[in-house]
């Protein structure tokens, strides 16, 4: 029809004679400039005219997508070009959306050129509909309905209208695995993402179908049989049904699993550089266990990289089953050959469009123009993805053409926001409730700097820190850190007009990289701490001793060194490996001589796929030197968030004799345990999980002997959920084992914390 629609509009153009064109007029235009239509015509005044340049002009003019109706007529020797613009697009509205945000619809119109102030195209606008309802389905919404209105309104324009219905998402009614023996239904089933539904659907959508989420579940269901010795198992079939009303849904998933394997041995066949007996050892097929393709997968990788060490960028690794159906048993050959040789010609850095160049590339360990090795550049792009600046970091090897013995790498990253916020919060009957606020920048201005300010706005305790590190003071990655601090703080069974500690200081601290996990932290801090007198309540009698023997206001410069080790696989959300740091201050000039040590080791065990047991310990102790006491305001403290939890923060330690003033220690012990599993419905998300706990601790007098006796326990359970602002745990905890006149809290939430 369109086609015989432009025939018909070139009719009054064809079988003339030919001519020179003397004069060329537009007729019809309203908004489009004449220079528009002049610039698509194939001839000019001047020109000769004929029949097939009359064709050529139409199709021009009709190809710009700004004309409803083009058509040439002749006056004589003067030729008129007469239009009918398409009518504009005014405005662009949804009646009915809620799935979607009309800004982010409104954006992906413009970019296939339905927009505002855009010419109108009743096939875009189709176009359209079928998008938008493309994306309902991609949401489960099957029954949801487009329909597109173009309401025409003055100086040829029109209102464009998306009115749509969205009912109801379609919801997964029904799982079914069928040919399934060795495993029940409820054991395969537990590998899936997808389900039926529970109370915190809501949440996870996690009974919204999706082939994307399917194709997921069905890899993982394969997996599950490949690990546990079913090497011929395979997935016959999937079919997915839909209600009439497209609301239910059902799946049922057709497998075969064949027989169980068992491995019988494992051969090395092809080059191996004359090391065999070394790559023996990263075998991780075990002869006598069950077949198990993570483990083949493991040991290919794992010869793969390990001629990667010695510059052998391509070797081939392939692991050929021989198969003994009869006693159910398979034997590997493993085949290598590790090709050639090379080293790496140049390194290219890709995707960091805020990162400086010098930021990715000074965590490399492998240097162009050196000879390819595997380990290092494993390491280069792990201490890359340690920045914190990117959600993906990735390396690839390109051959270089005519060179086969060089490659180039390509590191390939995906930048984040590196800013964030930290908010803390507790309930008390002393504060009601205590805030802690912070913003700090990881990579400020894309240098690899590290930037923050941290603020508390308690009205007991009252703090102001600012922090930065230059991560790369020296070449060498020795690292400088620079801390201006201060902090004011009032007992908690006071009030505003009570006695109050102020701390303000300085602090230079160099870090020294000594391993790729190990660092040596050495530096100097100036402090001055002052003891101010309250209106409402008096000084403890020990503040009083202490301010009588070294005056209200003291100076200290502790000296500090400490080292630390991390091992988590996640700072953020770790399930695996350990994390220590020792820290020590010794004070050797000034007002106060001390010494002030603290050691904290955590440990993450997987337990499975989805659950973590996680220990925590944290120890402190300090004493006065040269035959001073250990200043009081340096003392630890326990209790609450981030301690032992169910009590009230820092009141777990000696009080003052005359008031109930609770000041702390100057030794400490704290131990935390927690069972973590994914919270009940939300699958394996490790967004949101659930966790057990049980705390124990307390803080000691100089005096006092550290004895496991003393120390107060708590249990509970509490909530974890990685929010946009960071994060954040929420526990309720009760008091096993405390004693009287101890303060409890139950209740308490962190946001921008662990243990």
């Keep these: 029809m369109a086609a015989l629609t432009t025939m018909l509009a070139c009719l009054p153009a064809w079988a003339v004679t030919p001519f020179t064109v003397r004069d060329i007029r537009v007729e019809g235009l309203q908004r489009i400039e004449p220079g528009t239509v002049f610039a698509s015509l194939p001839f000019r005044v001047g020109d000769q005219y004929a029949d097939d340049k009359g064709a050529a002009a139409i199709r021009a003019l009709f190809a710009l997508g700004l004309f409803k109706d083009v058509r040439l007529e002749t006056q004589g020797d003067v030729l008129v070009v007469v239009v009918e613009e398409r009518p504009s697009v005014a405005l662009v509205e949804f009646v009915g959306l809620k799935e979607f945000d009309k800004d982010v619809l409104i954006k992906a119109l413009k970019e296939v050129g339905l927009s505002e102030g855009r010419p109108f195209d009743k096939a875009l606008a189709d176009k359209a509909e079928q998008e938008l309802k493309r994306q309902y389905i991609n949401r489960s919404l099957y029954g949801a309905e487009v329909v597109s209105t173009a309401t025409p309104i003055d100086r040829n324009r029109v209102n464009l209208t998306f009115t749509i219905t969205e009912g109801g998402p379609a919801k997964i009614s029904q799982i079914q695995i069928v040919g399934n023996k060795s495993f029940t239904e409820s054991e395969l089933r537990d590998q899936f993402n997808l389900d039926t539904g529970g109370w915190m659907s809501w949440y996870t959508k996690s009974d919204r179908y999706s082939r994307t989420k399917l194709n997921a579940d069905l890899e993982a269901l394969r997996s599950f049989y490949l690990a546990r010795g079913f090497l011929e198992f395979r997935i016959d079939s999937t079919q997915v049904a839909m209600s009439p009303n497209k609301q239910d849904m059902s799946i049922t998933i057709n497998v075969s699993e064949g027989e169980r394997f068992v491995?019988?041995?494992?051969?090395?066949?092809g080059n191996y550089l004359d090391k065999e007996d070394e790559f023996r050892t990263l075998v991780k097929i075990k002869p006598g266990q069950a077949y198990n393709a993570e483990t083949v997968a493991e040991t290919t990788k794992a010869f793969t990289d390990y001629f990667g060490k010695f510059g052998f960028a391509f070797a081939r690794v392939e692991a050929k089953p021989e198969i003994d159906r009869q006693n159910n048993r398979v034997q590997f050959v493993l085949l290598a050959e590790p090709s050639r040789r090379a080293y790496v010609r140049r390194i290219n850095v890709a995707g960091n469009n805020r990162t400086r160049d010098e930021v990715i590339r000074r965590e490399f360990r492998q240097f162009e123009a050196a000879w390819y090795d595997g380990d290092k550049i494993r390491l280069s792009r792990d201490r890359v993805d340690r920045l914190g600046y990117f959600t993906g970091v990735n390396v690839?090897?390109?051959?270089?053409?005519?060179?086969?013995?060089?490659?180039?790498?390509?590191?390939?990253?995906?930048?984040k926001p590196t800013g964030s916020v930290s908010l803390g919060a507790g309930f008390s009957s002393a504060e009601k409730v205590a805030l802690s606020f912070g913003i700090q920048q990881e990579n400020a201005f894309g240098s690899g700097n590290y930037l923050a300010i941290s603020v508390n706005t308690s009205k007991f305790n009252q703090n102001l820190v600012l922090s930065t590190t230059d991560p790369y003071f020296t070449q060498n990655g020795v690292s400088r850190t620079l801390d201006v601090f201060h902090r004011t703080t009032r007992p908690l069974l006071g009030d505003l007009n009570a006695y109050s500690l102020v701390n303000s200081g300085l602090g230079l601290r160099f870090g020294v990289p000594v391993t790729e996990t190990d660092r040596v932290f050495m530096g100097l801090n100036v402090e001055q701490t002052q003891i101010r007198e309250g209106t409402t309540l008096g000084l403890p009698v020990e503040y009083k001793e202490y301010a009588a023997q070294f005056g209200s206001t003291s100076t200290a410069l502790p000296l500090t060194l400490g080292w630390a080790r991390d091992g988590r696989d996640s700072a953020l959300v770790p399930t695996r490996g350990s994390l220590q740091r020792f820290n020590?201050?010794?004070?050797?000039?000034?007002?106060?001589?001390?010494?002030?040590s603290s050691y904290q080791f955590q440990q993450y065990i997987p337990l499975s796929k989805k659950y973590t047991l996680a220990f925590n310990t944290d120890l402190g102790w300090g004493k006065g030197l040269n035959g001073q006491p250990y200043p009081l305001f340096k003392n630890f403290y326990v209790g609450g968030l981030g301690s032992v939890r169910g009590f009230e923060q820092s009141t777990l330690g000696p009080s003052s004799t005359t008031t109930r003033i609770y000041l702390g220690?100057?030794?400490?012990?704290?131990?935390?345990?927690?069972?973590?599993?994914?919270?009940p419905g939300a699958g394996n998300d490790k967004t949101l999980r659930m966790f057990g706990f049980v705390d124990a601790g307390y803080a000691f007098k100089d005096t006092e002997d550290v004895a496991f006796s003393a120390l107060r326990a708590s249990a509970g359970v509490g909530l974890s959920w990685i929010s946009p602002m960071g994060p954040l745990r929420f526990s309720y905890a009760n008091p096993i084992r405390k004693q009287s006149g101890d303060r409890i809290q139950q209740l308490q939430f962190q946001i921008g914390t662990s243990f």
Excluded: C, H, W
């Design 665 to 679: 220690g100057p030794k400490k012990m704290v131990f935390n345990a927690e069972f973590i599993t994914p919270f």
């Design 584 to 596: 020590s201050d010794v004070s050797v000039a000034g007002d106060v001589r001390y010494i002030r």
């Design 396 to 415: 690839e090897t390109q051959e270089v053409p005519g060179a086969p013995d060089q490659v180039d790498l390509v590191l390939s990253v995906v930048e």
């Design 263 to 269: 491995v019988s041995g494992v051969k090395l066949e």
